[in-house]
């Protein structure tokens, strides 16, 4: 399981949420079968998306983060709920870079430029969509200029992916640090001191705990912790749900299926499960899709 933080600076000027999602990122890894660069791009979005699940107001929301950049990766997809439970994927899992000339994974060439989409569904008719330009590619950057420019919220993001040598996922998670409004100065002051000296949140992950993360975020500032959440890579696909994209296909595509020799087979693309249909099952969908047109 993957671990969440959430602390308030006692004069209420800003909150920080943090992130332990190793977890999350090497389940992600293995279903998909990432390349290290890969598995950097989708988990830093995963872990990202999981810390804006965790701010939503209500347990039917939803929130969608999608990179659509013209990188090796292709587009990056995750969702979360209100409790930051995940998923997602990236188009491309096998795309792999060179590392950069500092030595890391080159998450940005994977990406791209191109546009970054925040979908929320509250359970309406249509979900808000916020759009922005990819500034990097390096997830973090992106998010920070998102919030700032398309929500007013100055917010400092930093996400972390540190793959090991047999390209498991050694250490993963993030921080995400936003101001309230009417916050005082001194304290953005601090803030600002504090995000330019933080140590990457996988080397302090490394030797320490999220409540270590914290201290180096809100250093030199009153602050306390309001809650901590368990949350994991957890997708909601289902055997109902694969049975109703068939239906909806309509009369004619599913008899094409009933009359190929070939076994109709669905994969859900966030994780690892496979839903077999036999001529007997299609034959019963199809007979609800006619009732359906009756």
């Known amino acids: 399981m993957a671990t969440i933080i ?3 600076t006692k004069d209420g000027s800003a909150r920080a949420i943090i992130i332990d999602g190793r977890d999350i990122v090497e389940r992600a ?3 998909h079968n990432t390349t290290p660069t890969a598995t950097a791009a989708l988990g830093r979005t995963l872990i990202i998306t999981s810390l804006a699940g965790s701010m939503l107001g ?7 983060i999608r990179f659509k950049g013209d990188g090796v990766g ?6 979360s709920d209100w409790c930051g439970n995940v998923r997602g994927f990236i188009q491309n899992p096998a795309a792999d870079l060179p ?3 500092d030595g890391k994974l080159d998450v940005g060439g994977c990406i791209g430029k191109g546009e970054l989409y925040i979908l929320r569904d509250a359970g309406g008719t249509e979900p808000y969509v916020g759009v922005s330009k990819i500034q990097t590619g390096e997830v973090g950057d992106d998010i920070a200029y998102y919030y700032a420019t398309s929500e007013q919220i100055p917010t400092v993001c930093a996400l972390g992916v540190l793959v090991d040598r047999d390209y498991t996922v050694k250490e993963a998670g993030g921080a995400l640090v936003q101001l309230l409004p009417f916050a005082d100065e001194e304290v953005v002051d601090q803030l600002e001191k504090n995000a330019q000296k933080m140590r990457p949140v996988t080397e302090t992950l490394s030797n320490g705990t999220l409540e270590d993360v914290l ?3 809100f250093d030199g500032l009153e602050y306390e912790i309001f809650d901590k959440i368990e949350c994991a890579y957890k997708c909601v696909c289902s055997r109902k749900k694969t049975d109703n994209a068939l239906i909806s296909l309509g009369e004619k595509e599913l008899s094409e299926l009933i009359a190929d020799e070939n076994e109709t087979v669905m994969t859900c693309s966030f994780c690892d499960a496979v839903y077999k249909y036999s001529k007997s099952d299609l034959k019963h969908l199809l007979g609800i899709a006619k009732k359906n047109n009756e």
């Open 29 to 31: 890894r293995e279903i």
């Open 99 to 101: 590392l950069r000339a």
């Open 58 to 64: 209500e347990e039917e929301d939803v929130i969608t």
């Open 215 to 217: 201290a180096e975020v």
């Open 6 to 8: 959430r602390a308030i």
């Open 74 to 79: 292709g587009a990056v997809v995750a969702t």
